[in-house]
Nanobody, 120 residues
């Protein structure tokens, strides 16, 4: 089994910053990419950012210039630094990993999510 555990969510005022972290553990052979998605109330889950095992990153357009994703391959962790937060960034943020497990299955895994609320 593989587990993804997120941390770092919370309440922040507009214009503020938060840093999310995610750690993957369990029956992992290799990780191809890790990233973040989010789901706002009443909306579908959407892509936020991704980092591959060679360090390549990509972001959804609304996050470019405000969010920065980073990772540590040796620790199977990914972080999301979120700056200049807006009320519309309020959502549950989910960690995602695309990896090969020890049974050699290529799988998508999700964390349980962490709530980010941007409000006065």
């Amino acid at each position: 089994q593989v587990q993804l555990v997120e941390s770092g969510g919370g309440l922040v005022q507009p214009g503020g910053s938060l840093r999310l972290s995610c750690a993957a553990s369990g029956s992992i052979l290799s990780i191809n990419s890790m990233g973040w998605y989010r789901q706002a109330p009443g909306k579908q889950r959407e892509f936020v950012a991704r980092i591959t095992n060679d360090g390549s990153t990509n972001y959804a357009d609304p996050m470019k210039g405000r969010f920065t994703i980073s990772g540590d391959n040796s620790k199977n962790t990914v972080n999301l630094q979120m700056n200049s937060l807006k009320p519309e960034d309020t959502a549950v943020y989910y960690c995602h990993a695309f990896l090969v497990d020890t049974s050699h299955y290529v799988m998508n895994y999700w964390g349980k999510g962490t709530l980010v609320t941007v409000s006065t």
